[in-house]
């Protein structure tokens, strides 16, 4: 530094003195001597120091980009994409892909199917369009103009997914514009209905016209719908959702493979607000009552008598887990709420840095249900109420295959219908005849299930035995053996790249063979899913089977692994693996043989799950080995 002269004040201000003089010329030769500036920092309590010992990072800097609390540097490559641009922005990217008929990268493949699009090469070098159908609901004119969608734009068919939903096939990149805004104009839609986000709402296919219904869940399925629809951030989750609204009736929504199910339930009248003689609420009284706890401030509350629903969480049968009871009761008009704060607490707080542990249950196992719990009553401006399930009434089972024939809903003199669908599989002039018959014999009403078939409702005692012969002659039916009835595949290999086995086609040829071998008097279902994500959920089946790749005479063939004992609802259990790697040119043969030995050895009217569930491992092997 060079010689330091120390210049008056500006004009107006005060002379230095002497001693200021000398104390000044002092520091700055210090500082001079060092080459050094002071220096500044903050410490842990945000305060400035001098002291280099004491000090810390500039507060001021700009903090590390983030994602949820998760640094950028460890998200997957699919939350970077999502960081970078929302994938609900992504119009103009399929409108570019349309405009040259050209296929998606691996980024864009991804953004894609915020839109229901879905590259599936390379089992096929096209796109598949989902649909979104909350509550299965459609009317008449929407079926055949997915019937018009898929003739114009796919390969001539739909099939009906384990979530309610419709999917077509083969439609060609130039196409996607096309089919979305046909697809609007039906008064439908896609957005969302893949990957990282809340998935079709599904519902009681029998909601509105179930005898045994305690509530219509319809409009609770629509009303998560559209609030999905209209909040973006109820996209941004870290993995795929699943929500049900099942509404006690007789048919059966799967809700225990959901993150959420609402279950409805009723509270009877022995559970109910106690009050003492001066008219306020008796602390002692509704403890003794065994009334519900308020997450919110854990005072006691006694429910009136009524409809409620239950909270079943962490439903994932890939992962081996059915949704279990959370302890909590919710008023039917909070359902959706508390839907919306659940979804919101897995949003902010779901891992980001690893797909596979990138679901509700893993959080939960985390975190502990009472925490999460906790994080959702913050977010609710209403008390989550904690009640004992054997204070609701117990609800009666589901009718195992309710979903196929012909039953009487509670108007007088109307009916529905249960339409076998073979694995879910409609040819557009199906899907036109189908409609057809709702039109004029019905409601033009038509419900999908989650049993891959559907059901047409408000049909008049005069036109029953109309309708059956018509769908027959379409190349349905409106009954089914206890096999057909219950077969549930998913796409297989011929349209997903992650399948190992052509799991549609093999259960049609499968069902044929143990029809004509044998005949069962119980319903059962079987299950073909085509890898270990278990779309078709192979775990809950009476019979689930995962497709995988086997040697035999050092050939590689399809083959699937077989599970026992599996169910839904009343009979809800996983299922244990009993064989492992059975060729399918073997497995008709072995079925049938486990079929047979179960009519033999069961106990009267014991159904198959029961059998099996009774039996260890080891005994099932050697009973069905012959």
Known sequence: MSDLVLEPPAAGGAAFTAEQKEYLTGFMAGVAQRGLMPYVGATGAGQFTADPAQGGANLAAPAAETVHGFALDDVTKEERWKHEE?????????????????????????RFRYFGMFFVAPAQKSFMLRCRIPAGELTAAQFKGLADLADEYGNGKAAITTRSAVQVREIAPRNLVNVLTKLQGLGLTAKGSGVDNVRNITASPTAGFDPRELLDTRPFAHGLHHYILNHRDLYGLPRKFNVAFEGGGAVDTVADTNDIGFMACQVAADVRRLTSTSGEKDQSLLTSASTGVSIKDGGAVAPEPGVYFRVELCGISGHKQLAADCGILVKPNEAVAVAAAMIRVFTENGDRTNRKKARLKYLVDKWGLEKFLAETQRKLAFPLVRLPLEKCVKRPPSVKHGHIGVYRQKQHGKNFVGVVIP????????????????????????????????????????????????????????????????????????????????????????????????????????????????????????????????????????????????????????????????????????????????????????????????????????????
């Open 423 to 626: 694995v879910g599989v409609m040819t557009a002039k199906q899907m036109r005849r189908v409609a057809d018959l709702a039109q004029n014999y019905g409601s033009a009403s038509i419900r999908l299930t989650p049993w891959q078939n559907l059901l047409l409702p408000d049909i008049s005692d005069a036109f029953v035995e109309t309708v059956k012969r018509q769908l027959v002659r379409i190349g349905f039916h409106h009954e089914a053996t206890n096999i057909a009835g219950g077969l549930v595949a998913c796409t297989g290999n011929t349209g997903c790249k992650w399948a190992a086995t052509d799991t549609k086609g093999q259960a049609v040829a499968l069902a044929a063979h143990l029809n004509q071998a044998l005949h069962l008097d119980h319903p059962i279902n079987i299950h073909l899913t085509g890898c270990p994500n278990s779309c078709a959920q192979h775990y809950l089946g009476d019979i689930g089977l995962q497709g995988v790749k086997v040697t035999v005479h050092g050939e590689s063939v399809e083959g699937y692994h077989v599970v026992f004992g599996g169910g839904v609802g009343p009979e809800a259990g996983i299922g244990k693996q009993v064989f492992t790697g059975i060729s399918f040119n073997e497995l008709p043969t072995l079925l049938e043989r486990v079929l047979k030995v179960y009519l033999a050895k069961r106990q009267p009217n014991e159904p198959f799950a029961a059998f099996t569930r009774r039996h260890e491992l080891k005994q099932l092997q050697e009973m069905f080995s012959g």
């Open 86 to 110: 929302n994938p609900l922005d992504g119009w103009e990217r399929i409108m570019a892909h349309a405009e040259a008929d050209k296929f998606p990268n691996e980024e864009d493949t991804f």
